[in-house]
């Protein structure tokens, strides 16, 4: 299958060598270019690409307000956004998870490692290692004046099993550490994970992980890590 992807970005030079890159792959393909924010929604709407790879900081509409329009569109829910960006902040990862990103990455990655990301969140999966998954949710997702009031009624779809799941997932766990952890193979987690994904409506991973923080399934202790419950 031949990954359609769509690039955003305001630099026509970096839009060019990125599409050079992508399109060095054999089973990736880049059906258009946005110059900004506003642009990316549009395109996406009309070209229904894999994956975008959008840049943050663009005129008139930026990557963060692109990301959350097409995310909260229930049209676009098969297109997956990968952020790729300069600006390596936690609080731009933080606020790209909170739009609705699957990804979040910089632009001094390497060639192989950018088509690894846009397969990577093709398939459905987090971008984030371990220790920036605990490091920004810790920092962010999980402070009391940036969530919402907890919802913890919203994992009663969820098998006590995928609760366990979900909540390892939050601390930024692999499906195979996960399986070591649990004593079950990585095919059953990744199966726990697609089921608690369709059954909370969540778009990938990382929306996993927001989500348990938000309901409270996973909460911040003192010293800054995070803690399953």
Request: glycine residues 8%; aromatic residues 4%; charged residues 25%.
């Amino acid at each position: 299958m031949t990954l359609r992807v769509l690039l955003a970005d305001d630099q026509a030079l970096l839009r060019e060598a990125f599409r050079l890159l992508l399109e060095s792959a054999d089973d990736i393909t880049v059906v258009g270019e946005a110059v900004d924010g506003g642009d990316a929604v549009r395109l996406t709407r009309e070209l229904r690409p894999d994956v975008v790879v959008m840049d943050i900081r663009m005129p008139e509409t930026d990557g963060l307000t692109a990301t959350s329009q097409i995310c909260a569109d229930p049209d676009l829910r098969s297109t997956r956004i990968l952020i790729l960006t300069t600006y390596e902040t936690d609080e731009y990862v933080a606020q790209a998870l909170r739009a609705g990103a699957g990804g979040f990455i910089g632009k001094g990655i390497g060639a192989g490692d950018l088509l690894d990301a846009v397969r990577t969140i093709a398939a459905g999966d987090t971008l984030l290692s371990p220790a920036a998954t605990r490091s920004l949710i810790a920092r962010f997702l999980a402070t009391p004046d940036e969530t919402p009031p907890a919802q913890p009624g919203r994992l009663d779809v969820l098998t006590v099993r995928e609760r366990e799941v979900v909540a390892l997932v939050a601390t930024g766990l692999s499906n195979q550490e996960i399986a070591e952890r649990m004593f079950l193979s990585p095919f059953t987690v990744r199966a726990h994970v697609q089921r608690a994904m369709t059954k909370l409506d969540a778009r990938d991973r990382a929306q996993l992980v927001v989500i348990a923080y938000r309901t409270g399934l996973v909460r911040t202790p003192p010293e800054g890590g995070p803690e399953a419950r």
